[in-house]
C-alpha cells in the first residue's frame, strides 16, 4: 500500500501586489484505493494544493511537507514526481500543436517507466482503453487538445490515468463543463482505473453530481486555505443541501 501524505502545508503566490499566501496549513493522508473529496467555494485553494503536488513553479511552499510513501515529493522536479506515481488531470488542459495524441501517449508511457511499451501490446491497450471511453480511433491522430471540446479534452486526461497507471492521482474539476453523458464516461473511466490498480484519488470538485458516479471515502471542505471540516460521503450530501455559507461567515469573523 502507499501513502501521500500532506503536512501543515503552507503556500503562497507572487502578485502584483505581493506576496499571497493561499494554503494555510492543510493536513491530509491519501491510501492507496481511497477517494478523497476536495470540496469548496472559488478561491478557497483548491486547486493550488493540486498544482503544488504536481510541482507547479508558480508556487511557493513556505512550509510544511508532501511525502510520498516517505519519500520527500518537494525535492523532486515534476518529471520525477510523475516516475514516483503522481498524476494531474488538469482543469484546463492546454494544446500540444504537432504532437499526435498516440506519440505522446507513448512518449509519456517510455518516460515514466523508463522504457519503450511493447508495440503490440500497447496498441491493444489504447484501443481498449479508447473504446471504454467512447473515442473514435482517429482520435489518436489528432494533435493533443487541439480543436477538442472540453468533453474531448477531459476523456483525454482519463484515457493517460487508465494508461500510465500512476499510484495517486490528482483530478482537479475533471467534471466541469462535461455533459451528464461525457461526466458518466469519464467517472467510468476513473473507476476503472482504480478496480484495476490500488489507484488514490484526490477529486477536486465545487459540485456534487460527480460523486454520484465516484463514491468518495472522505470529504474535506476547503475554506480559506483551510480544512474547515472533514468527514463521509454524507458530508458530501449535506453540503447540496446547505452551501458554503456557513463556512464562508465562520471565515469572515476569524
Excluded: C
Aim: charged share 25%; glycine share 8%; no cysteine.
Amino acid at each position: 500500500m502507499s501513502v501521500l501524505e500532506i503536512r501543515d502545508l503552507h503556500v503562497s503566490v507572487e502578485t502584483d501586489q505581493g506576496t499571497k499566501p493561499i494554503l494555510r496549513g492543510v493536513d491530509l493522508t491519501l491510501n492507496s484505493n481511497e477517494t478523497h473529496a476536495i470540496m469548496g467555494p472559488n478561491g478557497s485553494g483548491k486547486s493550488t494544493l493540486a498544482y503544488t503536488i504536481a510541482g507547479h513553479p508558480k508556487y511557493t511552499v513556505d512550509s510544511g511537507s508532501i511525502t510520498l510513501d516517505g519519500e520527500d515529493v518537494l525535492e523532486m522536479s515534476v518529471d520525477e514526481r510523475a516516475r514516483a506515481g503522481l498524476f494531474l488531470a488538469m482543469q484546463y488542459p492546454v494544446e500540444i500543436p504537432g504532437v499526435t495524441v498516440s506519440n505522446f501517449l507513448r512518449t509519456a508511457k517510455t518516460a515514466i517507466d523508463g522504457e519503450a511499451p511493447a508495440i503490440r501490446t500497447w496498441i491493444k491497450e489504447v484501443r481498449t482503453a479508447m473504446d471504454n471511453l467512447r473515442m473514435d480511433k482517429v482520435f489518436a491522430e489528432r494533435n493533443v487538445n487541439e480543436g477538442f471540446s472540453g468533453g474531448e479534452k477531459k476523456r483525454h486526461e482519463i484515457l493517460q490515468l487508465e494508461l500510465l497507471k500512476p499510484k495517486f492521482a490528482v483530478l482537479d474539476e475533471t467534471d466541469s463543463g462535461l455533459d451528464v453523458d461525457a461526466l458518466k464516461i469519464v467517472s467510468e473511466g476513473v473507476n476503472r482505473a482504480q478496480e484495476n490498480t490500488d489507484l488514490g484519488v484526490l477529486l477536486i470538485t465545487h459540485y456534487t453530481r460527480i460523486l454520484r458516479y465516484i463514491k468518495p471515502d472522505h470529504v474535506h471542505v476547503f475554506v480559506n486555505g483551510k480544512v474547515a471540516e472533514q468527514g463521509g460521503p454524507e458530508l458530501a450530501d449535506r453540503l447540496e443541501d446547505e452551501g458554503y455559507d456557513r463556512y464562508l461567515q465562520t471565515a469572515d469573523q476569524a
